[in-house]
């Protein structure tokens, strides 16, 4: 299993730039998540779903949107990007019937400059 | 509202014992979690407390007390390697976590 995968590491947009960051996952989990971690602090969540065709916000979701048309894939999109989503991005996922821990991807580091 | 506090930062000695503490104030509770990050990297699984008391795995150990509010995290027999962050973070409705903003810990030999 390569368990969650994120693509891309590192991309830098300027201001106003949209993109999509990728997420997936091959343990057939049903529940995935985004978060955001900006420098020093720790992770915020952004949006999540609970199987496809299911997404809810988080914590934070203004500037974002997600869509979850396959269990395995879950991808954040960024409509109008602003300074202030200079971050990083984790994507996670879990198995609804175990009260474990979240799986993590990698991470995405994002500028917008 | 939702709140979870736990120190900025703290120091210790390699071969020492560090305790993290992480008072939480939130809406839902389905356990407590506690991950390691290091550096640039994403956040990996520690422990995971749901009912009172302490959960030992090897060199960490973590207790929670519910009615407080309260949990800590033990580090024993300290390496360089476990100079990182430590976060703490709780679990909701659809096990979403909030996190707290984290503890740098410094190992010096």
């Known amino acids: 299993n390569a368990g969650v995968t994120q693509t891309p590491k590192f991309r830098i947009l300027k201001i106003g730039q949209s993109m999509t960051l990728q997420c997936t996952q091959d343990m057939n989990h049903n529940y995935m998540y985004w978060y955001r971690q900006d420098p020093g602090m720790g992770l915020k969540l952004i949006y999540y779903?609970?199987?496809?065709?299911?997404?809810d916000k988080g914590e934070v979701p203004n500037g974002y949107n997600v869509s979850r048309s396959t269990t395995e894939d879950f991808p954040l999109r960024l409509e109008l990007a602003a300074p202030s989503q200079t971050s990083v991005y984790f994507c996670?996922?879990?198995?609804?019937?175990?009260?474990?821990?979240?799986?993590f991807g990698p991470g995405t580091r994002l500028t917008v400059l | 509202g939702q709140n979870i506090d736990q120190p900025t930062e703290m120091t210790a000695t390699e071969g020492a014992i560090v305790q993290i503490n992480c008072t939480y104030q939130?809406?839902?509770?389905?356990?407590l979690f506690w991950y390691q990050q290091h550096a640039g990297e994403a956040p990996t699984f520690l422990s995971y407390n749901v009912l009172d008391g302490l959960e030992e795995k090897g060199r960490f150990s973590s207790f929670l007390s519910r009615s407080k509010g309260y949990s800590y995290l033990l580090l024993k027999e300290l390496q360089m390697k476990d100079s990182a962050s430590y976060l703490c973070a709780v679990s909701g409705g659809y096990n979403k976590l909030i996190f707290g903003a984290g503890t740098r810990l410094a190992v010096h030999p």
């Open positions: 779903s609970v199987g496809a065709g299911i997404t």
């Open positions: 939130t809406s839902g509770f389905n356990g």
């Open positions: 996670a996922s879990i198995l609804a019937s175990s009260y474990n821990e979240q799986f």
